[in-house]
């Protein structure tokens, strides 16, 4: 199996504001009811934060949960963590109209900084 690299190593560009990429990402597409209680309870266990509300998001202590649309969140956790985090919640939500998908390889993360 080959090891994990970022899409652009750590490329930025400078202008009036400095974009950089930030590395390797754990990202989780969760589809699902997000009224559903046991959806929230796996959200909880797997990031420690609530749902988030309509184009909100929240974080804690390196991990998060962002709002997508209305049946759709994104889990933010540690890159090396995604894979048994999706896992983890398809078995939390095993009965419920739910998906949980490792998205990590496929989308990027950058930084915005400047005045």
Known sequence: MSEPISALAGKNAEGFARV????????????GNLASAALAAAVK????????????????AGKAAAWMSPDELLLLVPYG???ATAAALEAALAGEHALAAN???ARALFRVSGA
């Open 20 to 31: 950089s990429e930030a590395g390797l990402q754990g990202m989780i597409t969760l589809r």
């Open 45 to 60: 266990a797997a990031t420690g934060c609530a749902l988030p509300g309509n184009r909100g998001i929240h974080t804690k």
């Open 81 to 83: 963590e995604a894979e």
């Open 103 to 105: 998205v990590s390889d």
